[in-house]
């Protein structure tokens, strides 16, 4: 099998401080992969340039595409990168604000994804916006009222809906559950592993909750100072780490 992601000696440096250096991973389709280390790991450095948020100075970072066979995302043109964007990629923000257009309606912020695939007719995506809205348990009285009329939780929950509803095969999540108060986290992670079953996604998501990683995450990889210093699977890595970083991040003596 062909991975969906192929990523090779990724590096990116803030003039001289490291963001992130000698990342290589392979992810395949239906494959969710956890990235946790500490406050300043490089963890968002990372996400961002694989997502194509941020050029990094080195390496490659090649998606099999639905037309062309697997291309490097980061020598293609922009507006190439920009549709892939738009199609089969999702990035979801930590904060919904960042994710959502706030002057927007709930059904249009969903809408707006869906016609930037080629959707037109109305009454169809206003019947797919709101069908949207019900699996991510938002009530569809509420298809027209605006993302600041509602709470943390339903925001990331809309900004996840407008993500999801062109069905992309691989969503970037930089601490999806990162801004809630914990009665809401435990919520949203379980409608997100719901939805990532059931959609057979691949998935990248960066947290530095380990309750996190178990839930959603395959595999994981753990940063320190930009660098990847373990990974593997899930549970083998959290129940019997192999470097000393990662039995500190385990054993939560580590402030993170
Ligand atoms: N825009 C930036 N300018 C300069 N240094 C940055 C910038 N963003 C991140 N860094 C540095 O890069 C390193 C990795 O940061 P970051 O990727 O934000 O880590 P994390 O997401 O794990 O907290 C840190 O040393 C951080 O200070
Ligand atoms: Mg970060």
Known sequence: MTPLLQVRDLAKFYGSRRGCEGVSFDLYPGEVMGIVGESGSGKSTLLSCLAGHLPPDRGEVIFDTHGHGPRDTLTMSEPERRMLMRTDWAFVHQHARDGLRMGVSAGGNVGERMMAVGARH??????????????????????????????????????????????????????????LDVSVQARLLDLLRGLVREMGLSAIIVTHDLAVVRLLADRLMVMKDGRVVEDGLTDQVLDDPQHGYTQLLVSSVLQV
């Open 122 to 179: 109305y009454g169809d995506i206003r019947a797919q916006a709101i069908d949207w809205l019900g699996r991510v348990e938002i009530a569809a009285d509420r298809v027209d009222d605006k993302p600041q009329a509602f709470s943390g939780g339903m925001q990331q929950r809309l900004q996840i809906a407008r993500n999801l509803v062109t069905g992309p095969r691989l969503v970037f999540m930089d601490e999806p559950t990162g801004g």
